[in-house]
T-cell receptor, first 113, second 114 residues
Framework: RKEVEQDPGPFNVPEGATVAFNCTYSNSASQSFFWYRQDCRKEPKLLMSVYSSGNEDGRFTAQLNRASQYISLLIRDSKLSDSATYLCVCPHFQSGGSYIPTFGRGTSLIVHP | EPEVTQTPSHQVTQMGQEVILRCVPISNHLYFYWYRQILGQKVEFLVSFYNNEISEKSEIFDDQFSVERPDGSNFTLKIRSTKLEDSAMYFC????????????FGPGTRLTVT
């Protein structure tokens, strides 16, 4: 099983729609996760951290399901400016206790008028 | 708002040449990272660095790669003998604390090896 899996999409939605992405992870020791957004040929920008069951910031809600080992990102009232690739990041712990931040391939979102 | 900066924005080099990519992390951050992203592929971790030592490195970070913090502000990635497959976007990131915490990315250096 891949360490971090995301549906590449693209998710093509009209403005104002609600859209949700999932990200599954394989390392059950992971307890903190992150969502980043990445615009074309730009750097990843931190969107949300998920340290416990979930997090909400305006139109964005992230949730964690430990039993099924996935995190989700919900975007309400989509804007044209939300068009981007959404990257899920999970820590992959090593034997010495350190970790490697492991990125998913990202889910592409296109919001159209 | 403080940000991570990287230079150059684009580097073109010939196969076999050495390149040094430079980063200035956010000033009060103590943990530094390098990532690469080959065009169309996912972001891949290369190395993490704290207290002048490598904390963790991936399988990609082999003997041709090295990192250094030559002074109080710069953090560099050196690729000793570049290969065609090193062509990618290289991102530097920093975080204020250790553990699993938010990282802030620089704008990246696009490396093209010909």
């Amino acid at each position: 099983r891949k360490e971090v899996e995301q549906d590449p999409g693209p998710f093509n939605v009209p403005e104002g729609a609600t859209v949700a992405f999932n990200c599954t992870y394989s390392n059950s020791a992971s307890q903190s996760f992150f969502w980043y957004r990445q615009d074309c040929r730009k750097e990843p920008k931190l969107l949300m951290s998920v340290y416990s069951s979930g997090n909400e910031d305006g139109r964005f809600t992230a949730q964690l399901n430990r039993a099924s080992q996935y995190i989700s990102l919900l975007i309400r009232d989509s804007k044209l400016s939300d068009s981007a690739t959404y990257l899920c990041v999970c820590p992959h712990f090593q034997s010495g206790g350190s970790y490697i931040p492991t990125f998913g391939r990202g889910t592409s979102l296109i919001v159209h008028p | 708002e403080p940000e991570v900066t990287q230079t150059p924005s684009h580097q073109v080099t010939q196969m076999g040449q050495e390149v040094i990519l430079r980063c200035v992390p956010i000033s009060n951050h103590l943990y530094f990272y390098w990532y690469r992203q080959i065009l169309g592929q996912k972001v891949e971790f290369l190395v993490s660095f704290y207290n002048n030592e490598i904390s963790e490195k991936s399988e990609i970070f082999d003997d041709q790669f090295s990192v250094e913090r030559p002074d109080g502000s710069n953090f560099t990635l050196k690729i000793r003998s570049t290969k065609l497959e090193d062509s990618a976007m290289y991102f530097c990131a920093s975080s204020e604390t250790g553990g699993v915490r938010e990282q802030y990315f620089g704008p990246g250096t696009r490396l093209t090896v010909t």
